[in-house]
């Protein structure tokens, strides 16, 4: 059924890469989730106003919450798909991430809301009652059919935000599924007040309370990290790394950066070593072809800057493969890159770029730590390192 929908409502939908297209995807869940929670909300918030059932009432406006969340969502989309201008040269595509993020927002305060009341109806001694034994198959049959949808939106979010890779449909998904955990309570709740005269209504209300805001705790923390600026996803890092250096011509590559404007909206920059003894233009033009071929198999913007090293030079070599071996010793998680080597009468300088991993317990100790052990190899060497962490 899920591409039964796309394929009616989404032109050209395995284009996902495209900012309409998402926009289109966006539209369908935002439209289908508006729809759906505002018929939940309305059937609940009316059983739970007949049966007295401050947890029933509860989840009808937790999916009124849904509602207002689907709007900003479907509104994220609208904008993200903005094409980009002079004030933003790199589009907006992360208005989707503030559109989840105020959708976190409200699920929290919701849930806020949610913990008061059924607290207060604890302190109160509230007990629900059903008018009539009609009432309370209409309530179980009214929050069974709730949880019924609940579990189709839920898959049909999941479904199409791993399409198009989508944190916010992926955040709705986890939501749904947690109100179809909560409404099950809910249910539960209902049924054991009912036959065993039981008063655990207000306590169910508090344990879909604090579900709730766990699901818009976890929500606000996916949309954040992109926010923040998080590191590249290691597939991505993993596969530029790896296509920059099958190039004939490129003997290394390090320094990779990847910067996140949006879903389907990155941009790349990365050093990429090339024999210094070859013609610079011969290079140059390598370059350029792995800038726009890799570029446009990964659908990002690619950068790549050049770095000439010596590759022929027989003693630079030994001393690298030193340095490498002391390293492994010293710590395997260490790595060094643009290494060369200066020549003098009395001493050589080693210089390279040491990367190391974060909050590492002694940084300033590490450069003279290596150059100890290599001075016992060859008193004659000397460690002019800059320290510096990996982007991925």
Request: glycine content about 6%.
């Amino acid at each position: 059924m899920f591409g039964w929908l796309t394929k009616i409502f989404i032109k050209d939908r395995d284009n996902t890469s495209d900012p309409h297209v998402r926009e289109s995807y966006g539209k369908l869940t935002g439209i289908t989730g508006i729809i759906l929670n505002i018929i939940l909300c309305a059937s609940k918030i009316v059983t739970g106003l007949i049966t007295g059932a401050i947890s029933v009432v509860s989840d009808g406006i937790n999916n009124l919450s849904d509602a207002a969340s689907s709007i900003i969502t479907l509104v994220g989309f609208k904008l993200s798909a903005k094409k980009p201008d002079k004030e933003h040269p790199f589009g907006h595509g992360r208005m989707e991430y503030f559109a989840g993020l105020l959708v976190s927002l409200i699920i929290l305060l919701v849930a806020f809301e949610l913990f008061s009341e059924s607290l207060q109806n604890i302190i109160d001694g509230t007990v629900p009652s059903f008018a009539s034994e009609n009432v309370r198959i209409i309530t179980i049959c009214v929050l069974g059919a709730s949880i019924l949808v609940k579990l189709w939106m839920a898959l049909f979010n999941r479904k199409l935000g791993n399409r198009i890779q989508s944190k916010v449909m992926l955040a709705t998904s986890a939501d749904s599924m947690g109100d179809v955990i909560t409404t099950s309570a809910t249910i539960a709740s209902t049924l054991i007040c009912h036959f065993l005269s039981v008063n655990i209504e207000a306590i169910a209300g508090l344990v879909v309370a604090v579900l709730v805001m766990w699901s818009g705790i976890s929500i606000a923390k996916d949309t954040l990290e992109p926010l923040i600026g998080q590191g590249a996803d290691p597939d991505l890092y993993a596969r530029i790394m790896k296509e920059v250096a099958s190039y004939e011509g490129i003997v290394g590559t390090h320094d990779l950066i990847v910067h996140n404007y949006g879903p389907g909206r990155s941009m790349a920059s990365i050093h990429a070593e090339v024999p210094r003894d070859v013609d610079i233009e011969v290079s140059h033009d390598i370059i350029d072809r792995i800038e726009h071929e890799v570029g446009e198999k990964l659908g990002i913007l690619l950068v790549i800057h050049m770095d000439p090293v010596d590759t022929q030079n027989e003693r630079s070599r030994e001393l690298k493969t030193m340095v490498e071996q002391v390293l492994s010793q010293l710590d395997p998680r260490l790595s060094f890159h643009d290494f060369r080597v200066v020549l003098g009468e009395t001493h050589t300088n080693l210089i390279f770029d040491l990367v190391v991993p974060f909050q590492y317990p002694d940084e300033r100790g590490l450069a003279s730590e290596l150059e100890r052990r290599l001075q016992q190899r060859d008193p004659t060497l000397y460690v002019v390192a800059t320290v510096e962490h990996s982007f991925s």
